[in-house]
Nanobody, 121 residues
Framework: QVQLVESGGGLVQAGGSLRLSCTASGRNFKTYAMGWFRQAPGKERKFVAAIGWVSGNTIYADSVKGRFTISRDNDKNKNTVFLEMNSLGPEDTGVYFC????????????WGQGTQVTVSS
């Protein structure tokens, strides 16, 4: 069974940067893609970015294009996806979740526990 564990969240001032990590554990981990989602207080969870596990192809939500970069280390001993976040603003505040994506790049049902990102103005 795959488990996803996020880290790297925290409190940062507007204009600052953070780097999130999500490590997958589980025997012989293989997937189509991995994604990051975020949930602001009182709002629904929304897509942020995704990356093909083998191809490295990426897609981003319009709200983060040019500011966030998703990457991955698909070495079998690493199995980690990253989210580099720059020029952060208060609107980026929320709980960030990583998720395993299926063949259509939709969440397959495996989520991490989330990591809190708070951007102060």
């Amino acid at each position: 069974q795959v488990q996803l564990v996020e880290s790297g969240g925290g409190l940062v001032q507007a204009g600052g940067s953070l780097r999130l990590s999500c490590t997958a554990s589980g025997r012989n981990f293989k997937t189509y893609a991995m994604g990051w989602f975020r949930q602001a207080p009182g709002k629904e969870r929304k897509f942020v970015a995704a990356i093909g596990w083998v191809s490295g192809n990426t897609i981003y939500a319009d709200s983060v294009k040019g500011r966030f970069t998703i990457s991955r280390d698909n070495d079998k001993n690493k199995n980690t996806v990253f989210l580099e976040m720059n020029s952060l603003g208060p609107e980026d505040t929320g709980v960030y979740f990583c998720a395993e994506l299926g063949a259509t790049w939709n969440p397959s049902g495996t989520w991490g526990q989330g990591t809190q990102v708070t951007v102060s103005s």
